[in-house]
């Protein structure tokens, strides 16, 4: 069976905090077990791990301890992830899992984001982490509490739309002092779109893009304040926003390889931001 475009996936994914609180199906288990042993490359060459964890109906037992967090309900499955320290890490972390989750998605199940520190939890024991290795966040996954659930992420897609950023706020030309319209990102104005679309840590939508000539430059705004939120440094999360900038790679290449549009990820050294700098480059996608 086909897969939906994944413009379909990035739209109807939501937030689902509410599950059916019954085992996922035995052929959407092992679709996602395959998803998990054929991930694609990463944009920075690291490989974190994943595993899928999940009750099924002789055991129930499979998930016993490793918390719901107070607002997710009913959920029968988790996709933990592991990753080494190295430089970029946290952003291939958040593009290999979304790229799970928008998987998950294709096969009609519910997945919430869940960050948090999890080195000492259950979820660490499940995975099997080493003293190198960190989580940096998990996923939650079920079957939807009720069908209609499956059409919520189309609302709150055109609700969220609404409250996201603009694009004269994300978007630009040569320099972060000229704004760029829909109509001068050209064919890229729908991989565009689908960044400003995808999910962040307390939809702060850190991402920037600057477009020069062949090449699309991403950079990470920090919010201020934001890392150095006490509560923050006291569960010693990592930096969430460097996942979220690993989301916006993800849903930027696969929007624009499904439209044809071929490039690849590179690194220009005279791009990197100074220590310290509220903007902070990211990556660089250069057409081909």
């Given at each position: 069976?086909?897969?939906?475009?994944?413009?379909?996936?990035?739209?109807?994914?939501?937030?689902?905090?509410?599950?059916?609180?019954?085992?996922?199906?035995?052929?959407?288990?092992?679709?996602?077990?395959?998803?998990?042993?054929?991930?694609?490359?990463?944009?920075?060459?690291?490989?974190?791990?994943?595993?899928?964890?999940?009750?099924?109906?002789?055991?129930?037992?499979?998930?016993?301890?490793?918390?719901?967090?107070?607002?997710?309900?009913?959920?029968?499955?988790?996709?933990?992830?592991?990753?080494?320290?190295?430089?970029?890490?946290?952003?291939?972390?958040?593009?290999?899992?979304?790229?799970?989750?928008?998987?998950?998605?294709?096969?009609?199940?519910?997945?919430?984001?869940?960050?948090?520190?999890?080195?000492?939890?259950?979820?660490?024991?499940?995975?099997?982490?080493?003293?190198?290795?960190?989580?940096?966040?998990?996923?939650?996954?079920?079957?939807?509490?009720?069908?209609?659930?499956?059409?919520?992420?189309?609302?709150?897609?055109?609700?969220?739309?609404?409250?996201?950023?603009?694009?004269?706020?994300?978007?630009?030309?040569?320099?972060?002092?000229?704004?760029?319209?829909?109509?001068?990102?050209?064919?890229?104005?729908?991989?565009?779109?689908?960044?400003?679309?995808?999910?962040?840590?307390?939809?702060?939508?850190?991402?920037?893009?600057?477009?020069?000539?062949?090449?699309?430059?991403?950079?990470?705004?920090?919010?201020?304040?934001?890392r150095a939120d006490p509560l923050k440094i006291l569960l010693g999360l990592c930096d969430?926003?460097?996942?979220?900038?690993?989301?916006?790679?993800?849903?930027?290449?696969?929007?624009?390889?499904?439209?044809?549009?071929?490039?690849?990820?590179?690194?220009?050294?005279?791009?990197?931001?100074?220590?310290?700098?509220?903007?902070?480059?990211?990556?660089?996608?250069?057409?081909?």
């Open positions: 069976m086909k897969a939906p475009p994944v413009t379909d996936l990035i739209r109807r994914r939501f937030s689902c905090r509410h599950y059916a609180g019954y085992p996922i199906a035995a052929e959407k288990q092992q679709a996602l077990q395959t998803a998990l042993t054929h991930l694609p490359p990463a944009p920075f060459g690291n490989q974190p791990r994943f595993c899928l964890i999940t009750a099924d109906e002789n055991d129930n037992t499979a998930l016993r301890g490793l918390g719901t967090y107070g607002f997710i309900r009913g959920a029968t499955g988790f996709i933990i992830g592991a990753s080494q320290t190295a430089p970029n890490h946290l952003e291939d972390f958040g593009y290999l899992m979304e790229w799970l989750i928008l998987r998950a998605t294709s096969l009609n199940l519910g997945t919430c984001w869940l960050g948090g520190t999890f080195t000492k939890s259950k979820f660490a024991q499940k995975i099997g982490l080493y003293s190198y290795e960190t989580i940096p966040a998990v996923t939650a996954v079920g079957e939807f509490f009720t069908p209609q659930q499956a059409r919520q992420g189309w609302i709150s897609a055109l609700a969220g739309s609404r409250h996201r950023l603009p694009w004269h706020l994300l978007f630009f030309e040569r320099d972060f002092d000229h704004p760029l319209d829909e109509k001068q990102a050209g064919k890229y104005a729908i991989p565009l779109e689908m960044v400003r679309l995808a999910p962040s840590a307390s939809n702060k939508q850190p991402w920037r893009v600057i477009k020069d000539r062949n090449h699309w430059h991403f950079y990470l705004q920090h919010t201020p304040g934001y969430l926003q460097r996942l979220d900038m690993g989301i916006a790679l993800c849903h930027f290449e696969l929007t624009a390889r499904e439209s044809g549009l071929s490039g690849s990820w590179i690194i220009i050294p005279e791009r990197q931001s100074p220590p310290g700098a509220q903007t902070r480059y990211t990556a660089t996608w250069r057409i081909e």
